[in-house]
């Protein structure tokens, strides 16, 4: 099986970089992803990584490292319109597994 | 491109009756997800489709979810007998291809469950 943890909740200021962490456990993956969820709304696809290291796109970074168990994702210069719900998830042969998420609570 | 149609948008029935759930994937997608995200919770994989067959669908409660993809393309969620802890959003998501492994799913905005 797969365990998938984030923190609940995060606050930060507008402008300032945030970091959310992803912890996993698992017996095997194909690649790691990054979603946001606006309140209401269905999520959209950030980024993914299949490679340790970082893969930028823009305000939004993700970090893996399969060695560690760990991913993050860095957003940078943020904005009032970030705050949502971040998902982390694994993609195995079958399927897209979701962590519970971690709600981002950007503040003036 | 259009994107994943669901339809209702919402719903709300009673505890033990029945309701379905509508999902139209992005053409030529082959693989189809059906989700349920409880309140404050990560969306939870029901059950997977590559084209009309079934994937997984280890965590599809059998004894009144069910769910099909006759023509391999649109497809329905069913629960019956629904019951309170059913009330959640069911989100229906397609991907082009399972084998690779940067194939993104899309999501569609989902239909809010709600028993009372």
């Known amino acids: 099986g797969q365990n998938i943890d984030q923190p609940t909740e995060m606050t930060a200021t507008e402008g300032a970089i945030v970091q959310i962490n992803c912890t996993y456990q698992t017996s095997g993956f194909n690649g790691l992803f990054w979603y946001q969820q606006h309140a209401g709304e269905a999520p959209t696809f950030l980024s993914y990584n299949v490679l340790d290291g970082l893969e930028e796109k823009g305000r939004f970074s993700s970090f893996l490292s399969r060695s560690k168990g760990y991913s993050y994702l860095l957003l940078k210069e943020l904005q009032m319109k970030d705050s949502a719900s971040y998902l982390c998830?694994?993609?195995?042969?079958?399927?897209?597994?979701f962590g519970s998420g971690t709600r981002l609570q950007v503040q003036p | 491109e259009a994107g994943v149609a669901q339809s209702p948008r919402y719903k709300i029935i009673e505890k033990r009756q029945s309701v379905a759930f509508w999902c139209n994937p992005i053409s030529g997608h082959a693989t189809l997800y059906w989700y349920q995200q409880i309140l404050g919770q990560g969306p939870k994989l029901l059950i997977q489709f590559q084209n009309n067959g079934v994937v997984d669908d280890s965590q599809l409660p059998k004894d009144r979810f069910s769910a099909e993809r006759l023509k391999g393309v649109d497809s329905t969620l069913k629960i019956q007998p629904a019951k309170l802890e059913d009330s959640a959003v069911y989100l229906c998501a397609s991907s082009s291809l399972t084998g690779k492994v940067n194939t993104e799913a899309f999501f569609g905005q989902g239909t809010r469950l709600t028993v009372v």
């Open positions: 998830a694994l993609r195995s042969r079958r399927a897209l597994t």
